[in-house]
């Protein structure tokens, strides 16, 4: 990757300052006691070292994911040797662990690491809880004026706490070699795709039509994908702190997806073996957020020279995009530096290159956006273009704050329904119940 070394004049001056007296202070508090007389009790107090570096930890989920992964870790390579007075580290946690690690921290009023990713249900959690720097300098410092409008909900007493560093949009991916070895074409009704999704799948041959995440056992991602099942019937999952789980559209939504499992998923597989399948073409088709198709490439190049993007099959054409927001941790003791990193990323080129090297498709900076790259990405369209998209304030109200709480009732009940306990009314009626008993002890 090119280098593109940051203006780090601005506060170069302060970081050094604040690299000598936060080593002091460390010092300090480690030095043995001073006995009667001045003199240190023991060994002599080392030297403060004016030449340390200030560490800052970079907490994602991502280190590891293909070309994501392998860009973001250039970029800290790049920022790192671009300067001598920080050194980010980036430490990978799975995004289940990641999230729960992350609301314990918020619940508890002490965030760990430095600068934390967020999903769109995380950062309003965060950002409730005060425990976040401000990031207005990174825009004013870069001129950026053109941020996009998902970012409103970053904002808190005129102040914004989370800049994208990627937003997803769930479409519907498939195999080429898959439908054209079934004869089908892609959906138009959701009651279509079910049949397609039936042709594409013969369980002896241990071809499957279809896959997502839905085990109970994987929480995190199991809600993060059923989520947009609300979308064929034009449905919410609630409406501010009223679910919305025995409504016709979410009923119907989750009555689509019992019929998807039953005829075209391999059935208790966990999302790891799912995105194998689907790699390696077991699996013909996935709701897939834009973001992850960067793996496919380095993962999977046959699927990828394959790979194709079908409409949202429903009426409505709405689809979920998700805004990922890189914040800052309050209490950090190297916070500024830590800004220093988020103002590098956000420099319009640095945000570019970052954006086409994890081959996403959505800008916050609209104007950097470059058509020919878009037009060089064979999967974009139709399946990601043209979209309406909504984002989980949309559809889960306000229970976007306790969104892991809400969607473990949904789950936890859905779950019954997939292994043949209830039926979809009978267990949505009691998640009903449990959501309105969660509603009033968060109001």
């Known amino acids: 990757m090119m280098s593109n070394k940051p203006n780090l004049t601005s506060r170069r001056e302060f970081l050094k300052a604040a690299a000598v007296v936060g080593a002091g202070a460390a010092l300090a508090a ?12 023991g060994a002599a107090a080392p030297a403060v070292n004016t030449g340390a570096k200030q560490t800052v930890r970079y907490l994602s989920w991502w280190f590891q994911e293909g070309n994501r992964g392998a860009t973001w870790n250039d970029f800290i390579k790049e920022f790192n040797e671009s300067q001598n007075e920080i050194e980010v580290v980036a430490e990978n946690i799975p995004f289940d662990q990641y999230t729960t690690k992350t609301i314990v921290g918020a619940q508890s009023g002490e965030l760990d690491g430095d600068i934390v990713m967020a999903t769109p249900e995380l950062a309003p959690r965060l950002i ?20 996009s409008s998902a970012h409103d909900a970053m904002r808190k007493d005129g102040h914004i706490y989370g800049l994208d560093m990627v937003t997803v949009a769930f479409g519907l991916l498939y195999n080429k070699l898959r439908y054209e070895e079934a004869g089908v074409a892609p959906a138009s009704t959701p009651e279509e795709w079910v049949e397609i999704s039936e042709a594409l799948t013969n369980r002896d041959e241990q071809k499957y039509g279809y896959f997502m995440s839905h085990l109970v056992s994987e929480p995190s991602d199991f809600w993060f994908q059923l989520e947009v099942w609300c979308m064929p019937y034009d449905g919410k999952w609630a409406e501010g702190t009223t679910p919305m789980l025995t409504s016709e559209p979410i009923l119907k939504g989750l009555s689509l997806f019992k019929q998807m499992y039953d005829v075209a998923m391999p059935q208790g597989t966990d999302t790891a073996t799912g995105w194998r399948l689907f790699g390696t073409g077991s699996v013909a088709q996935a ?72 081959q996403d498709v959505i800008f916050a900076q609209p104007s950097v956006a470059r058509q020919e790259y878009l037009d060089n990405l064979p999967w974009l369209k139709p399946g990601f273009e043209g979209v309406d998209y909504v984002t989980p304030f949309d559809i889960v ?43 009033e002890r968060i109001s």
């Open 397 to 439: 109200g306000d229970f976007v704050y306790n969104f892991n709480e809400f969607g473990q009732i949904v789950i936890t009940n859905f779950g019954d329904v997939l292994n043949g306990v209830k039926s979809v009314e009978e267990a949505m009626a009691t998640a009903q119940t449990q959501a309105e008993a969660l509603a």
């Open 287 to 358: 709701f897939h957020v834009s973001a992850a198709v960067g793996s496919l490439e380095p993962d999977f190049p046959e699927l990828y020279a394959n790979l194709a993007s079908a409409p949202v099959p429903w009426q409505s054409n709405k689809s979920i995009a998700r805004i990922h927001p890189m914040m800052v941790n309050a209490a950090s003791p190297v916070k500024d530096a830590a800004i220093e990193f988020v103002s590098y990323m956000y420099q319009p080129d640095n945000y570019r290159r970052m954006v086409e090297g994890c």
């Open 128 to 147: 409730r809880s005060g425990l976040l720097a401000p990031l207005d300098d990174v825009l004013t410092r870069n001129n950026i004026t053109d941020l």
């Open 30 to 41: 480690c030095a043995p006691a001073v006995a009667p007389g001045g003199a240190p009790a």
